[in-house]
Structure formats: structure tokens, C-alpha cells
Nanobody
Framework: QVQLVESGGGLVQPGGSLRLSCIASGNISSIFVMGWYRQVPGKQRELVARSSRDGDINYEDSVKGRFTISRDNDKNTVYLQMHSLKPEDTAVYYC????????????????????WGQGTQVTVSS
């Protein structure tokens, strides 16, 4: 079973920085897309940034120039470095993995499902 575990959230003042980490575990061979989404109460979950294994990276417009996504494919880990944080960045941040290949007993298969972490709270407030 594939699991994603996030860490690194917390309380930070406006203008501050945080670094989120997400590690995926569970007989994983490769992951095509890893990304970060965020959600505030009463609103839909929105994409923040995502990175594909072939090097394609996308950012939500409001975070461009402030956030940087990176990944370590050998460790099945994705990071989100956040700078110049604003109160409107306050949300629960979720890690996502798609196009996940897992192997068991020399048989590998790609899951049709995306996987999600449990979420980590980021609060930007003075």
C-alpha cells in the first residue's frame, strides 16, 4: 500500500519561509508526478505546484517566484520551499502522487489512482 507522509508545516510570520517535505513509501518503483495542493475551509483543493518525472514543472500563478518544488526520485520525496509567505497562503497543504508504479514478487503495475498525504497545516500570521 502506498503512503504519503508530509512534514514541515507550522506557524510563520508574513514574509517568512517554510519547507514542506513529503515521502512516499510502499514497494514503489517510480512515480510520474508528485505535487502539492492546498485547501482552506469552504473552498476546493487547488494545485500549488507539481513536478513530473520528465522535468515538467507547473506552479499556481500566485506562488510563482516565491515557491519552488523539487524532488528526489531515488528517495520518492518531494519538497516545497516557500518564501515570502503571505496570510493568503494559509491552508492545509497536501502531497499528491500520480502515475505510481509498484512492484511485488517481480511483478510491477501502475496504479490508476492518485495518492494523497494526510495534510500539513501552514499558517501565516503575525
Amino acid at each position: 500500500q502506498v503512503q504519503l507522509v508530509e512534514s514541515g508545516g507550522g506557524l510563520v510570520q508574513p514574509g517568512g519561509s517554510l519547507r514542506l517535505s513529503c515521502i512516499a513509501s510502499g514497494n514503489i518503483s517510480s512515480i510520474f508526478v508528485m505535487g502539492w495542493y492546498r485547501q482552506v475551509p469552504g473552498k476546493q483543493r487547488e494545485l500549488v505546484a507539481r513536478s513530473s518525472r520528465d522535468g515538467d514543472i507547473n506552479y499556481e500563478d500566485s506562488v510563482k517566484g516565491r515557491f519552488t518544488i523539487s524532488r528526489d526520485n531515488d528517495k520518492n520525496t518531494v519538497y516545497l520551499q516557500m518564501h515570502s509567505l503571505k496570510p493568503e497562503d494559509t491552508a492545509v497543504y497536501y502531497c499528491n502522487a500520480g502515475g505510481v508504479w509498484t512492484c511485488s514478487d517481480y511483478v510491477c503495475d501502475q496504479s490508476p489512482n492518485d495518492y494523497w498525504g494526510q495534510g500539513t497545516q501552514v499558517t501565516v500570521s503575525s
